[in-house]
Each structure stands twice: as C-alpha cells, then as structure tokens.
C-alpha cells in the first residue's frame, strides 16, 4: 500500500481540510482568517486533494469554513510579476481546476457568502453548485484592475452568457444567490445553513450512479455540447453504446423491467 491509500490527505497545507464521509471526499477551504483567500499553497493543495484522492471516492463536495466561500486570489500574492510569470501562474490555475472539471469523480461545491473572483472560478470549475442564501457573487477583478484568470473568462460565460460577466466585470455589479439560481449560476438554492447537507445528499446520489454515466457526463458531455452538432451527434452515438454495454448498465435496465427499480418520482 502506498503512503497517500494509507493516509488520504496527509499533504495538504493547513488552509484545507479534508475527509472521507462515507464514499464522498470532502475538501473544506480552511482559511476564514483571511476569508478563504485562494493563495498559491492553497491552490497547489486543491491539487493535492484531487491527486490523492482515495479509490473509494466516487464524488467530492468543496465548501468553506467561516463567513465566506472564499474572497477569490489572495492578492497579497499579487505582487511584481512580469508577463511570462504571470501566464505561468495563470496556467498553473488552469491546470488545478482543470483536475477538478475532468477529475476522476464529480465535484459539488456548497456555496456562502461571498464567492468571488477566483472563488467563482473555482465553484465555476465544479459540476455542480448549491448556493446558501448568504450567498453572492461578484468579480471584482475589473475595479481591482486585473482580469481573471483561473478560468472564469471560459467557465463563466458558459453558465450566465458574455454580457452578464462583461457587466459584473465592468461595473462591479453583484449577484445575489436567488439570481443566481435564476441565472444558472447555482443549480440549488437552499437556507443559511443548509448547504452541506444538501451537498453531501446529492453527492451521495452521484456515488450511486454507474461509473461509466458519471465518467461520461464528466468528460463526454462538455466536449459534445462545444463540438460542431455533426462531431457531437457521432461522439454521443459512440458514448451512448460504450455505456450501454457495461454490464452494470445491462443489470440496471433488467432491475427496471423486471420492476425491482424505483421509476421516476416527481419531486
Ligand atoms: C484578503 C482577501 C484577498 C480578504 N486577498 N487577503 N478578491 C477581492 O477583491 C475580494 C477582496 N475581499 C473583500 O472584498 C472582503 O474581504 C470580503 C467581502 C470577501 C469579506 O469582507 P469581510 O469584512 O468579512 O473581511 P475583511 O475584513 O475584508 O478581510 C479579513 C481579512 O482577510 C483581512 O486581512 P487582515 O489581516 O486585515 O485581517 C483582509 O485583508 C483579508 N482578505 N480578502 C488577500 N482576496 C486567478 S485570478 C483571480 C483574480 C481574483 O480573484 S481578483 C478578486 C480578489
């Protein structure tokens, strides 16, 4: 056995903390002295977790510790970079949230207070984002005159369109968790307080899906749905057959026609 199967999680930096609950990894952001402010250590641990995480871990939940999500970069980082190192930091972002939105299991990220900035990046690079209602998002990059950079430029826009980040970029403007909700940022929108319950119910229910669904609708889906309708049309018939053919799949469309699985309840 080798040391990280041993000891999950042994390597992260103080400012996270994390557990298996169950066959969820949960990774909580640890640093409300300074509002959960991303610094690099921090960013290189959200790695660390995604690169350890244990074979039992079939979902992951990320929330934060305190009164916030998290206040985005850590900007007293931000100090004399030139042009190739900031592209390489930038890039090392990239690459960490990256790990998350092509992982190995599907993240959700239990949102409060202020999701800002890179905190926006980073629940931006999760599959799924429950919004407490202290929550609220913004990108104060423009008035802080930076632009971001862990994703957002990309992620962003695919949840709320071009014109509505332009607007929180340009004017500072701020979103509330119910527009969120409205808007696409957040899926779900639940009470003060009640965001990790929710999270861990509906990573519970990912865990019990079929490995190759949740690997599909991780990887396949994104790259379908920006592909030329032609190409995607192809790779879903492709992905389409390779998941009905595993055999858990076979098994599951037996249990149903054999009327031993649940059918689909209205909520
Ligand atoms: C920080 C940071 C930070 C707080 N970097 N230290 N993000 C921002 O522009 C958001 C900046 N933060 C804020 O607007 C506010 O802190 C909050 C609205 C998030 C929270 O307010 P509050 O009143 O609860 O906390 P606070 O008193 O402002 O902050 C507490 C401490 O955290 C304080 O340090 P202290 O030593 O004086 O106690 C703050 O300096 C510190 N702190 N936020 C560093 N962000 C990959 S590109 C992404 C680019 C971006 O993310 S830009 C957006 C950056």
Do not use: C, W
């Given at each position: 056995m080798d040391a990280a199967r041993a000891k999950p999680f042994a390597n992260l930096p103080a400012s996270l903390k994390a557990e298996m609950n169950g066959?969820?990894?949960?990774?909580?952001?640890?640093?409300?002295?300074?509002?959960?402010?991303?610094?690099?250590?921090?960013?290189?641990?959200?790695?660390?977790?995604?690169?350890?995480?244990?074979?039992a871990a079939k979902a992951v939940v990320i929330h934060g510790e305190g009164e916030h999500f998290s206040a985005g970069l850590d900007l007293s980082e931000l100090t004399e970079r030139n042009v190739a190192e900031g592209v390489e930091h930038s890039r090392m972002w990239h690459r960490v949230f990256e790990r998350i939105e092509f992982g190995r299991v599907p993240a959700v990220a239990v949102l409060h207070g202020a999701v800002v900035g890179g905190g926006l990046e980073l629940a931006c690079a999760c599959h799924i984002r429950?919004?407490?209602?202290?929550?609220?998002?913004?990108?104060?990059?423009?008035?802080?005159?930076?632009?971001?950079?862990?994703?957002?430029?990309?992620?962003?826009?695919?949840?709320?369109?071009?014109?509505?980040?332009?607007?929180?970029?340009?004017?500072?403007?701020?979103?509330?968790?119910?527009e969120g909700l409205a808007m696409g940022l957040s899926q779900y929108l639940v009470e003060q307080g009640a965001g990790?319950?929710?999270?861990?119910?509906?990573?519970?229910?990912?865990?019990?899906?079929?490995?190759?669904?949740?690997f599909a609708v991780i990887h396949a889906l994104p790259r379908i749905a920006e592909s030329d309708a032609?190409?995607?049309?192809?790779?879903?018939?492709?992905?389409?057959?390779?998941?009905?053919?595993?055999?858990?799949?076979?098994?599951?469309?037996?249990?149903?026609?054999?009327?031993?699985a649940p059918k689909v309840v209205r909520e």
């Open positions: 066959a969820v990894a949960v990774l909580r952001l640890a640093r409300p002295q300074k509002r959960n402010a991303l610094n690099d250590e921090t960013v290189l641990g959200v790695e660390q977790f995604f690169l350890g995480l244990p074979e429950i919004a407490e209602k202290s929550a609220y998002y913004a990108l104060p990059e423009g008035r802080r005159g930076i632009f971001v950079g862990g994703g957002g430029s990309v992620r962003i826009p695919r949840l709320i369109g071009v014109a509505r980040m332009q607007d929180m970029m340009l004017t500072g403007r701020t979103y509330s968790a119910e990790l319950a929710k999270g861990m119910e509906i990573a519970t229910k990912i865990t019990e899906n079929a490995p190759m669904t949740n032609a190409s995607g049309y192809m790779t879903e018939s492709l992905v389409a057959s390779i998941a009905q053919n595993e055999p858990e799949a076979k098994a599951r469309l037996k249990d149903f026609l054999e009327k031993r």
